[in-house]
């Protein structure tokens, strides 16, 4: 009988032991925990985890909410350096090759923000798309997000050669750079979203 009772009273302090296991677990598990671990992907995970943060409460354990809202980001990034790069035009001093360089980037940014608007929309209207239906919209959409970040590669390029150095391609090359690794970012969660999509399906396939 003595046994008997050891026997439960170890048992309900092991029970007891791994309840609050589990329970400090969840209490130091944070909501961007997910997105930690999921911009290990990424070329860039710090400005992944610093961009995307602070969308974790809609993102929770959503991979493709996660790939939608690096998207987005990627887009607002664009839209808000795009206004930047513009005022360039009007810098005092400015001379002609900068001045074109710059109108051509405006015009790539302008490019990217298309780009990355279609890729949005895509990945918002894919709704329970499956099977070569899904892969031909994710399809899309990476086309589409590697071609934004061409578009920013290429404004870069317009800089090249030392006759360009100065205030204005610094200025221009701090911004664009930036936004060309968000784009990077999120092409790599696109990628990471629709391979594990892929590899759940094979999964689940009788």
């Not at 610093?50 to 987005?72: E, G, M, P, V, W």
């Amino acid at each position: 009988m003595a046994r008997v009772c050891l026997f439960f009273l170890v048992l309900c302090f092991v029970l007891y032991m791994a309840g609050m296991a589990e329970s400090t677990v969840a209490r130091h598990s944070k909501p961007t925990d997910f997105i930690q671990a999921s911009c290990r992907a990424t070329r860039y995970p710090a400005l992944c985890v610093q961009c995307l943060s602070h969308y974790a409460s809609a993102i929770k354990q959503s991979d493709r909410q996660l790939a939608q809202t690096a998207l987005s980001v990627s887009l607002a990034r664009v839209r808000s350096a795009a206004a930047y790069v513009a005022k360039m035009t009007k810098v005092r001093g400015i001379k002609g090759k900068e001045y074109q360089a710059v109108k051509d980037c405006i015009e790539n940014m302008g490019d990217s923000v298309d780009r990355l608007s279609q890729s949005v929309r895509e990945l918002g209207h894919m709704g329970r798309a499956v099977g070569q239906d899904f892969m031909w919209h994710m399809s899309n959409v990476q086309t589409w997000v590697s071609a934004a970040l061409t578009d920013e590669n290429t404004c870069l390029d317009g800089f090249d050669g030392h006759a360009m150095d100065g205030n204005v391609k610094a200025a221009v090359n701090r911004r664009v750079t930036n936004v060309a690794q968000v784009i990077s970012n999120a092409l790599a969660l696109v990628n990471r979203f629709a391979s594990k999509h892929q590899a759940t399906t094979a999964l689940e396939k009788p």
